[in-house]
């Protein structure tokens, strides 16, 4: 499994280091990795192999987050990596430390065979999930290294899958606190520099959504004292106060169904319920904001200021039901108390907008009236989706109605990750008999004699495919046709001054978009001109394509203008040019540059002309424009 966790990184490493042609790479080779190298503590080889187009300049040692590099004379075409996996414990996993002594130890001896003097350790600790690398880099590496280590680090699913295994088979898991409300604790530093924990008052909430009422069970800090194992016992003191709470109420308003927001709940609720057969017990999907209800200043206060424990009652729907249903009240309070975890102080606003709207004494929410409310939750629904989107670089005009709803309910909603899916592949392949295929792999000992091992494992096996493959490409970019029918304008800082309109033909932007590349940009000059009556408005004619040199991450176009008669009776209104990946919500500093040089160079190219992106965004297309303010021509200038 180690072997395959090492396969599998230096696959994404070279993945990562395919993308940039500009690093000087020629060949990216995967050495052979030898079957025992994870149990052998006294030597190593090399995972990578790197081939240069021309010779690179090689740094002086140096661990990867070090600013300082020094360029030595050295010069090399050659240069590997090695990937280094521990798992640390709480004395020693500092990674800096140790995969510094690792490049020296190994660099040094006998026994390890690298196929070149210049080369790079990467080590990587699973129980910190920490990463660091020491050696040397060429010119662009280590900002590369760094960008590739943190995915990774993130999505790398044999990585997660090792780590998971040795914590099963070591016995560790990390404990998830269930009971967030009933067991709080404030978390401070000591002198020492150690992180110690203070319980605090907390509540157990218990609420009908049928008529509203809400049981606060506020638990004093006193019943902590001398306690240990606290989040265990904070599960069973839940259900023991949830049964007593049951055994208090009358037998026509007990309840028939107990929905738990917690999983580690259910077993305590089921042993403490056993008196209460006809009562159902079941576990909720759904993360429902309740916790948010201890910003409420009512009833926060109240928790933290008891001096003993006692139980409280309050109705969460106020007043609501005698114009609304329950359902309604129900929507409307998850609303509130989702914009409430998602932003507090905006949702304070959005609930008392002005002096006039008060909080009377027996409630908790402002008083107001159907439509006030109406127009409060559309605000809240907002507020909540706009947070989504602003996290997971989601169009929020793009979410079907269904889609809003789950998040708004706490649904758990993820895209299809190629990660989870190999995630899985892995699990399976213990229980699925793969063909097997030997490997033979040769090395010496410490005496210089040949050893020869020969595996029938099924790691080793799979072969790499480069992103920037253009057959690959050529597939993947049949589907801008129909991707082109979803077309979104970012319109969220659109300034009504006395700037020129454009109109952009939908005809022309999908012939653009079905002729561009998914991961190289693809650019042109816009030309057009202003109907007769107004001079404010360009209408966008034609997009020029001219000859380019296309990248991951800008285009080259050539100095001089497009000349041709066709042109003649048109202006030059600014560039056009896709962007792979996440739509940046500015313009970036290439764009600036390139804008500012071409209107340096050429007096058509005025105040007129902008920068327009079409970002190729999951399932739509994002068009979005730019224009340069007289300090950003400076600083372009200056660039």
Known sequence: MNNKLTFGLNLDYQQSQCELEQLGIETVQKETIHPRKSYKMNSSCADILLFASHKWNVTRPSILFDTKDVIEATTTNKFWVDVQLRYGDYDSHDIERYVRAKYLDYTTDSMSIYPSATGLMIGIDLAYNLYSAYGQYFPGLKQLIQQAMAKIMKANPALYVLRERIRKGLQLFSFSLMTQMFYRVTIHKTFEGNLTTKPINGAIFIFNPRTGQLFLKIIHTSVWAGQKRLGQLAKWKTAEEVAALIRSLPIEEQPKQLIVTRKGLLDPLEVHLLDFPNISIRASELQLPFQAAM??????????RATEPQMVLFNLYDEWLKSISSYTAFSRLILILRALHVNQDKTKLLLRPDKTVITQEHHIWPTLSDEDWIKVETQLRDLILNDYGKKNNVNTSSLTSSEVRDIILGMEISAPSMQRQQAAEIEKQQQEQQQLTAVTTKT????????????TSQFEQQTFASKTEWRTRAIATSNLRTRSNNIYISSDDVKEDDHYTY???KNILKRFITIADLRVQVAGYLYGSSPPDNDQVKEIRCIVMVPQIGSTRDVQLPQQLPQHEYLDQMEPLGIIHTVSG????????????????????????????????????????SLASWALTPHGYKWGCRK
Not at 444 to 455: A, C, F, K, L, W
Request: aromatic share 4%; proline share 6%.
């Open 295 to 304: 910003k409420v200043e009512k009833l926060g206060d109240m928790i933290l």
């Open 444 to 455: 010496q000992n410490v005496h210089g004699e040949d050893i020869i091992v020969t595996t």
């Open 503 to 505: 109109i952009m033909p």
């Open 582 to 621: 996440n739509e940046p919500p500015y313009m970036t500093a290439m764009d600036v540059t390139q804008h500012a040089r071409l209107m340096n160079a050429h007096k058509s190219w005025d105040k007129k002309t902008v920068s327009m992106t079409v970002s190729f965004t999951p399932g739509s297309v």
